[in-house]
């Protein structure tokens, strides 16, 4: 039998909050239940707003948990050549495309459409759809676009990624969509549309990134906050197009504000060191967050 991996992996880009204490301690606690491993991956591919000092502000914070992982810790970073070889293999397919619209001429193109009555599309988590417009481009215009230098990413072209796959895509899930959604679950990848992959200067968007260090460090278990529901369904046919393994899927609970708005490092809420510089205990933090204090 494989042995279950579980993982926790955070971006190091600011202070981990009540909501990043639960998914992990949840890991922990479901790998321990399992018999299993416990991973602590650093996604850092965004290396601008990912710095080393906050990585280690992480790690304190989930020591100080009472959590225990193995070593070393993967970082993205330092893996972009992993990346690099699964995007080449989506180039080579024809699955992928340079998308060159900025995000001024998408938003003038959207405008105008909207300006005729119509809503455009939106992805399940509320952005406008991509128009795709240069999915068309000839070879010739792409490289010539390149060559002059206009930054790009690389997008998947869904439709023909979907066609590629063929039949229904599903996942095993264990917890539940925002709609109750459990077992099996069907995949609805036509929803994101041209989802980013890779960069000009990073080969990996945190989709591609994702199922590539899950099928690399054995990952069987994904336990991850709600609001990734809707993303295993782009997961699911990048795992089908590159041949990777299908771990099973636990969307759990998010910690909320007084507003009933998730937590979030950009807008401040108190993180895990504050928590803890004001003198609250594990055992607090434990309690905060419903968690059971032997997870601690």
């Known amino acids: 039998m494989t042995c279950p991996v579980f993982r926790f992996a955070p971006s190091p880009n600011g202070q981990l909050h009540l909501g990043h204490a639960y998914s ?6 479901m790998a321990r239940e399992a018999g299993g491993r416990f991973l602590v991956r650093m996604e850092d591919i965004d290396v601008t707003r990912c710095t080393p000092e906050l990585e ?3 790690l304190r914070d989930l020591a100080w948990l009472g959590l225990g992982w193995e070593k ?10 992993d990346y690099r070889a699964a995007l080449d293999r989506l180039i080579d397919a024809d699955l992928v495309y340079p998308a060159f619209m900025t995000r001024g001429e998408v938003r003038a193109r959207i405008a105008e459409h909207e300006a005729g009555g119509e ?10 759809i991509y128009p795709g417009e240069d999915r068309h481009m000839s070879s010739r215009e792409r490289q010539a676009l390149i060559d002059e230098g206009a930054p790009y990413a690389w997008r998947l ?6 066609a590629h796959v063929g039949g ?15 077992g099996q679950v069907q995949a609805k990848p036509e929803n994101w549309g041209d989802v980013v992959i890779g960069r000009k200067e990073i080969p990996a968007s945190y989709h591609l990134s994702v199922v590539v260090d899950d099928a690399l460090q054995g990952v069987t278990d994904v336990v991850r906050g709600r609001d990734l529901f809707h993303s295993t369904a782009v997961h699911r046919v990048l795992q089908e197009l590159l ?3 299908v771990p099973h899927y636990h969307h759990h609970d998010l910690i909320l504000d007084d507003d009933g708005r998730k937590l979030s490092k950009s807008r401040g809420d108190t993180s895990l060191a504050a928590l803890r510089d004001s003198g609250a205990t594990p055992d607090d933090i434990a309690r905060m967050i419903g968690a059971s204090s032997s997870a601690v």
Request: a negative charge; aromatic letters at 6%.
């Open 168 to 182: 229904t895509l599903c996942w095993d899930e264990t917890g539940q969509g925002p709609e109750g959604e459990t």
């Open 157 to 162: 072209d869904m439709s023909s990624a979907i």
């Open 119 to 128: 809503r455009w599309p939106r992805d399940p988590d509320g952005a406008p």
């Open 56 to 58: 280690r502000g992480v």
């Open 243 to 245: 041949g990777l393994p």
């Open 24 to 29: 992990a301690l949840l890991n922990q606690e």
């Open 72 to 81: 070393p810790v993967r970082r993205q970073s330092e893996h972009f050549d």
